[in-house]
């Protein structure tokens, strides 16, 4: 900009003495704003276009700020289709859970208290007589995630020992959580047994030494092999484990305390039941199937609770009291289960009828279609949602959603973009070259609507 030019920008004081800049100050704080107006003046002044007003800088320095503040954890719209998204957070908490952590940040709460003696309690009994409740379980501890109750329960059964794990089993999760790795780093020497497709009990058998210390069992929930396959199941398992007198971990990652049939939804197996065919300890995530906040559940015999307790990494691993509340209320859900589906969002969308979403889906297209340019078209569409996180992975459920066909790869690459920088943003996934917004997960339909008045602001889209 010329110099003559440069002298005609408003000051850094007349910008702040503008009204726009007093709303601005009592949000952000005099010391974001002065900064922000200092931003938006020098890009005034490094380029060529015509001289800003004070109000126009004021509007600038505005909109910056708001960029600034905006959280990329901010609530958005999970249309991708997979219900128990572990990149989109997972399991959507009840609003009896929601409440009850709440009240327990705010507060100070009898966390590790004991009410009725006075004396120092135990974090985990808050859990404790509720989790043996509802699995049939002895005894039960929780740790900070599925990944961390594996963890601990190998190194406390087998560190410096052997543990027992049929090839079939070893699995990747997703990120570095594969099993060979934790039983490393948990000090257990891995000892793999059967094949991929077929390991039998004589397997087993062959491998159990002295120095075994324990026998694994791992839900392979996120793959399922198929055809010419034999594995032992839990009861005979654990037979064989008990035998030879060592335990028995079962690793049922997203574990489900009730029967999903009854939603219509495929059967996993329940904890109770992996507690009942006799495994030692059982391990289940609470924030998958369970619908509840990022947990590991360890349950099962009490004197292996007990030493899981004693291990120093349970320090490590512990919850905070705001997982600990939401969890109980969680839980405490359990035990009405004709009203579990009402209470449980993640439980409610996985039952949610595919009609439902697809009458849905019928009145949110025109919206969406108005909001898009005419070169795109927007049609209902029949799709199938995951329940995610490893759960059913072959079980996919019908649902329905809104495809977006582009005039070019380019340019649906830009409605994802715009869709995904809406105030609440937008997640679909793309799917033989068009986006699929699978509405299984849209409960807010006015919110939905109402979002997709900033599309037609949004740039690069017009
Ligand atoms: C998901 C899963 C885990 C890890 O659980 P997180 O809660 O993600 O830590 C471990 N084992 C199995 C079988 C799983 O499915």
């Known amino acids: 900009m010329e110099k003559a030019a440069l002298r005609a920008l408003p000051s850094v004081d007349r910008v702040l003495g503008m009204p726009e800049a007093a709303g601005l100050v009592s949000r952000f704080g005099r010391a974001e704003v002065t900064a922000a107006i200092r931003a938006a003046l020098a890009e005034a002044r490094a380029g060529q276009g015509a001289l800003p007003t004070a109000p126009e800088v004021a509007a600038a320095a505005g909109a910056a700020l708001e960029r600034r503040h905006r959280s990329n954890l901010r609530p958005l719209f999970n249309l991708t289709g997979t219900v128990l998204h572990t990149n989109l957070g997972r399991a959507l908490l009840a609003e009896a859970a929601v409440e009850a952590a709440t009240a327990a940040m705010r507060d100070a709460v009898a966390l590790e208290f004991d009410l009725e003696t006075g004396r120092r309690g135990e974090r985990d009994d808050h859990l404790r007589a509720l989790l043996c409740e509802l699995t049939g379980a002895e005894d039960a501890t929780l740790v900070n995630n599925n990944a961390a109750a594996v963890l601990i ?17 070893l699995i990747e999760i997703g990120g570095a959580f594969r099993m060979p790795d934790i039983m490393a780093r948990a000090g257990v020497t891995l000892v793999e047994v059967g094949t991929t497709n077929r390991t039998h009990p004589k397997d087993y058998r062959a491998a159990l030494r002295p ?14 092999i ?26 049922l990652g997203s574990g489900t305390l009730v029967d999903l049939s009854r939603w219509g939804l ?59 509340a939401a969890l109980a209320a969680t839980l405490a859900l359990y035990r009405d289960p004709d009203r579990l589906a009402e209470r449980l969002p993640t439980l409610g969308l996985l039952a949610r009828p595919a009609a439902e979403v697809e009458a849905l889906a019928q009145r949110v297209a025109p919206h969406l279609a108005r909001a898009l340019p005419d070169a795109f078209s927007v049609t209902v569409c029949t799709c199938r949602s995951q329940i995610g996180s490893g759960a059913l992975p072959l079980d996919t459920l019908p649902s329905a959603g ?10 649906l690459e830009a409605v994802v973009r715009a869709l995904r920088e809406l105030p609440r943003p937008v997640i679909g996934h793309v799917h033989d070259g068009a986006l699929v917004l699978d509405l299984r997960c849209l409960t807010d339909e006015a919110g939905f609507v109402a979002n997709l008045a900033s599309l037609s602001a949004a740039h690069g889209l017009a």
Request: hydrophobic fraction near 40%; charged fraction near 30%; proline fraction near 5%.
């Open 402 to 411: 809104l495809r977006i066909d582009a005039p070019g790869g380019r340019v």
């Open 266 to 324: 495929k059967k996993e197996p329940t904890v109770r039941e992996a507690v009942a065919e006799g495994a030692d300890l059982v391990t289940f995530s609470g924030d998958k199937l369970l619908g509840g906040p990022q947990a590991g559940f360890i349950v099962g015999r009490r004197d292996l609770i007990a030493a899981i307790n004693r291990n120093p990494m349970k320090r490590a691993l512990r919850v905070d009291k705001i997982r600990i």
């Open 153 to 169: 329960a190998l190194n406390t059964l087998g560190a410096g020992r052997e543990a027992i794990v049929s090839r079939g089993e």
């Open 226 to 251: 198929e055809g010419f396959t034999a594995e032992v199941e839990g009861p005979a398992l654990a037979a064989i484990a008990h035998e030879a007198d060592v335990p028995l971990l079962n690793d």
């Open 211 to 224: 120095e075994t210390g324990l026998v694994l069992k791992v839900h392979t929930s996120n793959y399922r």
